[in-house]
């Protein structure tokens, strides 16, 4: 056989090959991402470890906020406790990303929805694997009551040190950071500018959240820790695309953990006692 012919046969048999091995694996992510909603099938995209939209169907454009469970959040390496620094709490998130985009979980909305105005659901399955890895926290809002079984799986992947536990255990996590001149939510009832602020905290032995009333004004890559957590203030519209915060860029990241926090403000400090 000629080297021409030859050359041209073996690329054939390369374009005709199977794909395999890591390639397969990263074709296999970005395939159609289903789940059983109240007993049908809906394409989803998964926005994280407990959020999706719904993609097709009579319910297409719907968002949902899955129940009793917290991932971390997914646009930087804003959360750091422990000997964390602000990426490896980052890849955490990915990886409970990446379960939950891995199996067509079997779900039920519960009829309501958050103040945002997502659907609330429940994935009973998914939310325990995503707490037995620490991939993902027990979250009981308001009157919720935790799940006892979820509990004991939260307590034993903190002493297997699993995932978000693996580097330290604090006592509470923040997770979200809310500044006074913010305007208020479309949940609350009160119009214009708030006299008011809250930080939102979780318990991680209980699962149990509170919120830390204060009336600090918050500027972008201020810090705010409480109960041995913290957590970056960014503005939504500075989260993501070309107006992202530089604390959530490039290295910054490795410089966010509890022993190096110079390089941050932190303008409220709670008196936790």
């Known amino acids: 056989m000629r080297p021409t012919a030859l050359a041209a046969a073996t690329l054939a048999l390369l374009l005709a090959a199977p794909v395999t091995g890591a390639r397969a694996a990263d074709d296999g992510h970005r395939g159609k991402q289903t789940l059983v909603l109240d007993g ?24 949902a906020r899955l129940v009793g469970y ?13 000997a964390f620094t602000g ?9 409970a990303t990446l379960l939950a985009k891995s199996e067509p979980w079997e779900c039920t909305s519960s009829g309501k929805a958050d103040g945002y105005g997502r659907i609330l659901v429940v994935c009973p399955e998914l939310r325990r694997r995503l ?3 620490g991939l993902a926290h027990i979250y009981a809002y308001g009157d ?5 079984d979820l509990v004991k799986l939260q307590l034993q992947a903190q002493n297997e040190r699993k995932g978000m536990w693996a580097k330290g255990i604090p006592r509470t996590i923040v997770t979200s950071v809310h500044s006074i001149d913010e305007p ?31 009336t600090t004004s918050f500027k972008t890559c201020d810090v705010f820790c409480y109960g041995g957590s913290c957590l970056l203030y960014v503005p939504f519209k500075e989260r993501y695309g070309k107006q992202r915060a ?6 910054a990241g490795d410089k966010n953990r509890m022993t190096a926090m110079s390089h941050l403000d932190q303008p409220l400090v709670v008196d936790e006692k």
Request: hydrophobic share 25%; proline share 5%.
């Open 184 to 214: 208020s939510s479309g949940g609350d009832d009160a119009k214009g500018p708030r006299t008011e602020s809250y930080n939102r905290v979780c318990d991680t032995q209980t699962g149990k959240t509170f919120a830390v009333a204060h």
């Open 87 to 95: 990426w490896d709490l980052y890849h955490t998130h990915k990886d």
């Open 144 to 148: 919720e009551v935790p799940d006892p």
């Open 40 to 63: 049908l099938v809906e394409r989803v995209n998964w926005n994280d470890g407990d959020s999706f939209r719904i993609l097709r169907g009579a319910r297409d454009g719907e968002k």
């Open 131 to 133: 707490i037995a890895s």
């Open 246 to 251: 530089p604390c959530v860029t490039g290295d």
């Open 70 to 82: 917290n991932t971390l959040e997914s646009y930087g390496p804003v959360h750091f406790w422990g």
